[in-house]
């Protein structure tokens, strides 16, 4: 496993609020957004003195919208976390709105060192685009995938979005027909969650949204036609070409290491968790780590392993928990997983345990009774 340090710089800039987005953001001002480039290269600065600039090889930059911030602060924030953080051959991603006219801006970030775009599709019907308030249309995604192959950026992610209301299996082909016109070498799957105050939630008896059932059919279905492309699922939500899954999200799963940087950014470091308010003015004036609970125990490993497709192994579990576990629980835990998969939830070959397809679309409930058993 990979145990390089992860950074994440949060970017809480966007130029309005998608009618079903609960991440912390709020309008981009060129004043407050030069004070915050300028806040996160003394963050980078100070954490490079905490932790001792240990290396790491993954970069993230996200939001909120990160490629509304100019391509020269982009490339101080990366020289800086490279003096500091080595990043060598890391991958460094940003997450960038399509809406955008981006051509020159790509090149420019490109150049700086970005090598990685996750670029938000969500869907490839313009109807379902406007329910959810996102500016780009379905043209804009073509002309921004091929500006960033253009800039010579191999690694692109494309985002879609299930359970859309309206969406349908036919419409939810056309997204992803569209998403393999366009090649990603990823593709992140997730299904819309509808979060309390926003306005999607605010109107939601007025929608129809998929049920519950048609929501699994819309998984199930993405998930098949995925495979058949060639992409396979590595995480719950997440599909990959071989050897292109994401390296800065597997940190999260693999419980490696991680810095965010930013109100809201989250960090496990060290087996501290902890995060920053939403709240940008007490991120510039002085940043408050909160912290939540211990990173790196028994349960979490067990619910971030069986996120990832390439499951939990028991022999493992029980070498990294000595003091925690012994045959008595694996024996356990062993006779659900054997349960799970008669039911066609989990594969499971007497030491590795992963959720199938049908599993991952209950894997809260699945994870929570193994966990039961620790
Ligand atoms: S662009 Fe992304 S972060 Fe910004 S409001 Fe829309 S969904 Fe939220």
Not at 38 to 58: F, Q, Y
Not at 172 to 190: G, N, W
Not at 355 to 364: I, K, R
């Amino acid at each position: 496993m990979n145990s390089n340090l992860g950074l994440y710089i949060h970017i809480p800039f966007c130029v309005c609020k998608c009618a079903y987005c609960d991440f912390y953001s709020l309008p981009l001002n060129g004043d407050v957004a030069n004070s915050y480039i300028n806040k996160i290269i003394s963050e980078l600065n100070r954490w490079g003195g905490i932790l001792g600039c240990p290396p790491a090889d993954t970069l993230y930059f996200g939001g909120g919208t990160p490629s509304l911030v100019k391509s020269e602060q982009i490339k101080t924030v990366i020289e800086k976390a490279k003096e500091l953080f080595v990043l060598k051959d890391a991958e460094i991603t940003m997450e960038v709105n399509p809406a955008e006219n981006l051509k020159e801006y790509l090149c420019e970030v490109a150049a700086a060192g970005v090598n990685r775009l996750s670029i938000g599709l969500q869907s490839a019907n313009d109807d379902e685009l406007k329910i959810l308030s996102r500016r780009h249309t379905v043209s804009d995604v073509i002309k921004c995938v091929k500006e960033a192959r253009g800039a010579g950026i191999k690694n692109i992610s494309l985002d879609i979005m299930l359970g859309i209301p309206n969406q349908t299996k036919e419409s939810l082909k056309r997204t992803i027909d569209l998403c393999l016109e366009c090649q990603p070498e990823h593709i992140s799957a997730y299904l819309l969650s509808l979060e309390k105050g926003t306005p999607l939630y605010n109107k939601s008896s007025e929608l129809n949204i998929p049920s519950d059932d048609e929501a699994v059919e819309l998984y199930l279905y993405a998930a098949k036609l995925l495979k058949n492309a060639g992409y396979e699922r590595y995480e719950i939500s997440n599909f990959a070409k071989s050897g292109k899954t994401s390296r800065h999200n597997t940190k999260y799963w693999q419980g490696v290491d991680y810095l965010g940087l930013g109100p809201a950014a989250h960090s496990c470091l060290k087996g501290k968790r902890f995060y920053y308010d939403r709240d940008i003015n007490a991120y510039l004036q002085n940043p408050k780590e909160i912290y939540d609970g211990v990173g790196g125990t028994a349960e979490e490993r067990l619910m971030l392993s069986l996120r990832l497709t390439s499951g939990l192994s028991l022999k493992a579990f029980e070498k990294e928990f000595p003091d925690i576990l012994n045959q008595n629980i694996i024996n356990r835990l062993a006779k659900k997983a054997e349960l799970f998969a008669k039911n066609g939830l989990v594969s499971f070959d007497g030491d590795i345990i992963s959720l199938t397809d049908e599993g991952a679309l209950v894997s809260n409930s699945i994870i929570a009774d193994l966990a039961e058993l620790l």
